[in-house]
């Protein structure tokens, strides 16, 4: 009864390096989707995914990639790490049906030093 | 790109009180769906209440109820009965067709015992 989880929730990585946050949901949501979250700008959209091998970019992709091979997992790769990086991320996954409301992992807090 | 506006980052209530977070937005749509979301300081996204613009009647939870002004593209939160669990930042967000959600800079609500 997991729903969405992320992995690591905290993590400090230097300039330059390559990281993967991870996600992923039990309730075999279609849609999934990245956002960043920093002071006075709210919840940005990085990337989203319609169903596995299918993604789309967000308001804010750039350097950044995701892949999206079983409906479950959705991880997220910053490929060679900036300090505007900084910020926390939230995974989320969503219904098809009804409103389409999403529903938020507990976030991972990434520092970039 | 669409547009959610929260005009103010920070309010206060105090306990049993009633107090109301404002919303606009902008679209050229008929039928669109609006949201509330509450972040604790645990960062959990939470989704408080849902609307449809096509739904004439205001959506009601428990203590949280919404006044849906389709005309005026306006969507404030309600909270009766303040309660200090209630602490937290609120984030009105907006969909049209398709799945991508628009979120608001956010409100930070303070109830004060």
């Known amino acids: 009864d997991a729903g969405i989880t992320q992995s690591p929730r905290y993590k400090i990585t230097e300039t330059g390096r390559q990281v993967t946050l991870m996600c992923h949901q039990t309730?075999?949501?279609?849609?999934m989707f990245w956002y960043r979250q920093d002071l006075g700008h709210g919840l940005r959209l990085i990337y989203y995914?319609?169903?596995?091998?299918?993604?789309d970019k967000g308001e804010v992709p750039d350097g950044y990639v995701v892949s999206r091979s079983k409906t479950e997992n959705f991880p997220l790769t910053l490929e060679s790490a900036t300090r505007s990086q900084t910020s926390v991320y939230f995974c989320?996954?969503?219904?098809?049906?009804?409103?389409?409301?999403?529903?938020f992992g507990p976030g991972t807090r990434l520092t970039v030093t | 790109a669409q547009t959610v506006t929260q005009s103010q980052p920070e309010m206060s209530v105090q306990e049993a009180e009633t107090v109301t977070l404002s919303c606009t937005y902008d679209?050229?749509?008929?039928?669109?769906?609006l949201f509330w979301y509450k972040q604790p300081p645990s960062r959990q996204m939470i989704l408080v209440i849902r609307?449809?613009?096509?739904?004439?009647q205001n959506a009601t939870e428990n203590r949280f109820s919404v006044n849906f002004q389709k005309a005026a593209k306006s969507f404030s939160l309600k909270i009766s009965d303040s309660q200090l669990g209630d602490t937290a930042m609120y984030f009105c967000?907006?969909?049209?067709?398709?799945?991508?959600?628009?979120f608001g800079t956010g409100t930070s609500l303070t109830v004060i015992p």
């Open positions: 989320a996954s969503g219904r098809v049906t009804g409103y389409h409301e999403q529903y």
């Open positions: 309730w075999s949501h279609s849609y």
């Open positions: 995914s319609a169903a596995a091998d299918i993604t």
């Open positions: 679209t050229s749509e008929s039928n669109y769906y």
């Open positions: 609307q449809e613009a096509y739904k004439q």
């Open positions: 967000a907006f969909r049209e067709t398709g799945n991508q959600f628009y």
